[in-house]
């Protein structure tokens, strides 16, 4: 299994926002960004932070994702 912020970017997108002004109204560290634009794990903490910044819910900005199954259906679309 992993974690994929595909929500989180869009969100970001959707209210004109760059990662940097992101970075800056969550107070989380350069390194955090960083893991979360390599869609891995990161504090729980930060993801409530930037959930208060939006005003929206863990499930919002994130997903969790089943490797073996997103293996399969690549597999599929190959074929």
């Known amino acids: 299994m992993s974690v994929s912020y595909?929500?989180?970017?869009?969100l970001l997108i959707d209210n004109d926002m760059?990662?940097?002004?992101?970075r800056q109204a969550t107070g989380m560290s350069t390194t955090s960004l960083a893991k979360l634009s390599k869609n891995e794990n990161i504090?729980?903490?930060i993801l409530v932070k930037i959930c208060k910044v939006f005003g929206c819910d863990i499930?919002?900005?994130m997903e969790v994702t089943?490797?073996?199954f997103s293996s399969e259906s690549k597999n599929k679309e190959r074929i």
């Open 66 to 68: 089943d490797d073996e």
């Open 6 to 10: 595909k929500k989180l970017w869009k």
């Open 18 to 22: 760059k990662k940097k002004d992101l």
């Open 59 to 61: 499930g919002d900005i």
């Open 43 to 45: 504090n729980t903490e």
